[in-house]
């Protein structure tokens, strides 16, 4: 029902900033959960934040807290990742998730709660 696209990766020094965009389709984009995960070489995939349909609520991860600030646009269907401070740890290929359940719960947050990934878009910070 939600089908994300990831844009705005890049490559970047240490301690720059990029800003991820996710555009999803589906009309009923506004009552999920939106998140990002990401996937380090070598590594399996992190779930690093996510909002609430709604917006009102965010979760982060302590990886990325203090850092990184996810919002979102539900007039454009669109979900943004502001990342900023960027170390060599971030290098990842960051995907953008939808929620399973509309109009679900948000806490706790947990992974398995979301299940429609787009391509990603690979981030590469430079030390």
């Known amino acids: 029902q939600v089908q994300p696209a990831e844009s705005g990766g890049g490559l970047v020094q240490a301690g720059g900033s990029l800003r991820l965009s996710c555009a999803a389709s589906?009309?009923?984009?506004?009552?999920?959960?939106m998140g990002w995960f990401r996937q380090a070489p070598g590594k399996e995939r992190e779930l690093i934040t996510a909002?609430?349909?709604?917006?009102?609520?965010?979760y982060y991860a302590d990886s990325v807290k203090g850092r990184f600030t996810i919002s979102r646009d539900n007039a454009k269907n669109t979900v943004y990742l502001q990342m900023n401070s960027l170390k060599p740890e971030d290098t990842a290929v960051y995907y953008c998730?939808?929620?399973?359940?509309?109009?679900?719960?948000?806490?706790?947050?947990?992974?398995?709660?979301?299940?429609?990934w787009g391509q990603g878009t690979q981030v590469t910070v430079s030390s």
């Open positions: 909002v609430s349909w709604n917006g009102g609520s965010t």
């Open positions: 589906g009309r009923t984009f506004s009552g999920y959960a």
């Open positions: 998730v939808a929620g399973r359940n509309q109009y679900g719960s948000f806490w706790p947050v947990r992974a398995a709660d979301f299940a429609s």
